[in-house]
């Protein structure tokens, strides 16, 4: 089982905003993580992929099923200028969701000791990462608070350039899929830390330490 060492100290970046469990925390917090699904899952779970349309007829607002949408554009019942971005955005939702899927059956039928992605909280081991994940998410200063804390409970270092990320026959996904349960890390830049347990906030870092 791979188990946290108390003594090492990780980095998270936690957003403030309204879906976040945490919102803002402060040193010496404690956060349990791993007994309900996590803001990136609870996602899949709890909202329907939509687009907006405007009603022709009087000019109300619709909430159409994002499927649906693109069907209806292509058969010409509704038009948009913007038809090739939407798709793309639909096709990565469901990519994503897919995804999450194939990879917890994986993990749950052949990897249980593992912490789930779906219950996870994502940790970073060095600061170089902390930048890295910032510049990548697109987050600025008022967005979120970067952490250092230790843990107590279930960890697992994987390469994300094993998940997931167009369609491929299904025996190429659950290929891809234990290679990322099995911590197969070929480049230290794809390398991400999924953790389930018992987190300790240590310290709320100070912006100038990844400005």
């Known amino acids: 089982m791979s188990v946290i060492d108390s003594e090492v100290d990780y980095f ?72 090739a971005g939407i798709a793309s955005d639909i096709l990565k939702h469901f990519v994503a969701y897919l995804r999450e899927l194939i990879w917890e059956d994986v993990r749950a039928k052949e990897f249980p000791h593992l912490p789930s992605r779906q219950r996870c909280i994502w940790l970073i081991p060095d600061m170089e990462g902390v930048k890295f994940w910032i510049n990548r998410i697109g987050l600025n200063g008022s967005d979120f608070q970067v952490l250092r804390v230790r843990g107590q409970g279930r960890i697992h270092t994987a390469s994300e350039l094993y998940l997931l990320g167009d369609s491929e026959p299904m025996e190429e996904s659950l290929a891809k899929a234990r290679k990322y349960w099995l911590g197969v890390v070929e480049d230290h830049a794809t390398k991400e830390v999924i953790f389930e347990g018992r987190l300790n906030v240590q310290e709320i870092v100070s912006p100038e330490q990844y400005a």
């Open 12 to 83: 998270h970046i936690n957003r403030k905003t309204a879906w976040s469990p945490h919102n803002v925390l402060m040193a010496g917090s404690k956060i349990d993580i791993g007994g309900a699904s996590n803001p990136y899952f609870s996602y899949f779970e709890k909202f329907k992929k939509t687009v907006p349309v405007t009603n022709s007829e009087d000019g109300s607002l619709l909430q159409v099923p994002g499927v649906k949408f693109v069907g209806a554009v292509a058969r010409g019942d509704i038009h948009s200028d913007n038809v």
